[in-house]
């Protein structure tokens, strides 16, 4: 199968229309997404990856080079949420002060509670694949950063 076909086929499976999938990769009318898929003319290797993230799929099932569609985008997405991997993929998109900026919002906004889910009474951590448990702090500290030296203090006097 040629990549203007396996592209076709992705757009389709995921019910994205051609104008979506062009804007998405950065294209400014369908009409070049069109002669992609009817022959693969017109797709420079540098839209490749911009098509397999706008597709939620990887240049290397784009290409042919392996079947499954499943993406990083996909894992986070289904791991973390429908909105996790655009999340990630915007985040990218930042500089090194946009990205402090949206880090710094998000972590204010998980202290408001119109906006956090309801949490439950334990943190689940995964290893080297062993799960454990950490309780949620009812009294965990809004007004201040918390440190490392002052966890590390506050996880001493736990374990003691």
């Known amino acids: 199968m ?3 076909q396996i592209i ?4 389709e499976e995921l019910g994205i229309s051609q104008e979506e999938l062009a804007l998405k990769a950065g294209y400014k009318s369908r009409s070049s997404i ?3 898929e009817v022959d693969g003319r017109g797709l420079p290797q540098s839209k490749i990856i911009a098509i397999a993230n706008a597709l939620r799929t990887t240049p290397a099932y784009l290409m042919g080079w392996e079947s499954d569609t499943t993406s990083a985008f996909d894992y986070i997405s289904g791991r973390f949420g429908e909105y996790a991997g655009e999340m990630i993929e915007n985040f990218h998109r930042l500089n090194e002060k946009g990205q402090k900026e949206a880090l710094k919002r998000v972590r204010e906004m998980v202290h408001i ?3 956090v889910k309801n949490q439950s009474p334990v943190k689940i951590f995964n290893t080297d694949n ?8 009812a009294h965990e ?20």
């Not at 490392?148 to 003691?160: G, I, R, S, T």
Request: proline fraction near 5%; charge should be negative; avoid cysteine.
């Open 130 to 137: 062993r799960a454990y448990l950490e309780p949620v702090a």
């Open 34 to 36: 069109n002669k992609i």
């Open 113 to 115: 509670p119109e906006y």
């Open 2 to 4: 040629e990549i203007g």
């Open 141 to 160: 500290r809004t007004d201040i950063e918390v440190t490392e030296e002052m966890k590390k203090h506050d996880d001493a006097f736990f374990d003691e």
């Open 8 to 11: 076709k086929r992705r757009r």
